[in-house]
């Protein structure tokens, strides 16, 4: 059996914390934001070639492997970011944040880069061990894709239309490869054959002839889901600048994050809107009628990226670097608290629950298929 993480994985992220020193100096050193531009696409490169040499080029039959060992390699890199934002630590990235990407010093910014160098980096070790080992990772890719696209998006529609889209530098486009790279990933992570369990044709008709009420723990999530579909779009008209007292009052009051220049707060209820809105409402109609294959998939997807988003909304709210009006005030953070991660957990419990029965939402052609396998 091998390692659970081979040696052309760990080295580039071993590599971090002097490579974070050498940007640093760069930074210190360029006269221009095009120089530290291209010191990030020396170190990409850099890494490339570290990844196969030292692996030998063994791993390289799945290319994901490479995009997981330099997205490990970024993920320690931020976390080094966020302590040092956090006064932590001092004399790593000071000078390239300040120079290159002053977006990352904002509440948000130090927030994502905590979830990129702890949960993402947990995932990358964890897929990447898959690998090694020849098992399946589509599940925690399919998290870790959602999360990634939902956290990149939201950020740099931050930075373009917030207090920072004037301070934009060419170490901006730095961040492109997080929206081209996910988006190929995704496609191969679809691409790859879903573990089917092992059930019968009866098995899986007599799951799918219970009805509602026979199956508690569904119509407790669709309760569940139908308060979130509600408060979503709630904290959508809030942020719409809705006329009504109901809103007034709760972005002054409860949620005063949502009026923080920085657009982030304003762009991820947007998303919520417009995108997680309508999938909530999928997933409902996904819970009542039997049969919906596409949901076991996507809500991994969707749970990687609410995980991720109230991470970075419900830390940034609460983070000194957040200016005093906009943090969240003392007396109402219990209840902000609980229902932002209300709302983090619903996601998880719907996934959850199709990955441990997925009974329910397999296609009825596949129930046949197995049935007709079975007889002969």
Known sequence: MQLPAAPGALAPSLLAIPVAFGINGAAALADSPLALMLTGLLVSAGLFSIIFFVSGGSHFQDPLFCVFVVFSFTSIVDLIISLEEDGFISGFMEVYVREGEPYLRTAHGIM?????????????????????????????????????????????????????????????????????????AGVRLFQQPRALPCLSPEKVAEEQRKCLYQRPQDLGLILLLLLIAAFTFFRGMVVLDCPADSCFEYIYQHEPYLRDPVAYPKVQMLIYMFYVLPFFCLCIYGLVLPGCSWLPDWSLVFAGAVAQAQFSHVGSSLHSRTPFPYQTPEDVWWSFLLTNVLYALGPQLLALRCLRCPAFFLPATSASLHGGKKHQ
């Not at 964890?126 to 990634?148: D, E, P, T, V």
């Not at 990149?152 to 490869?177: E, Q, R």
Request: charged fraction near 10%.
């Open 112 to 184: 994502i880069c905590y979830w990129d160098g702890i949960v993402h980096y947990g995932l990358y070790l964890a897929m990447m061990a898959a690998i090694g080992q020849r098992r399946s990772y589509r599940n925690l890719g399919l998290f870790w894709l959602g999360s990634l696209m939902m956290s990149i998006v939201v950020f740099l529609l931050g930075n373009l239309i917030g207090k920072y889209s004037s301070d934009l530098s060419p170490a901006f486009l730095l961040n492109l490869p997080y929206i081209l790279i996910p988006i190929w």
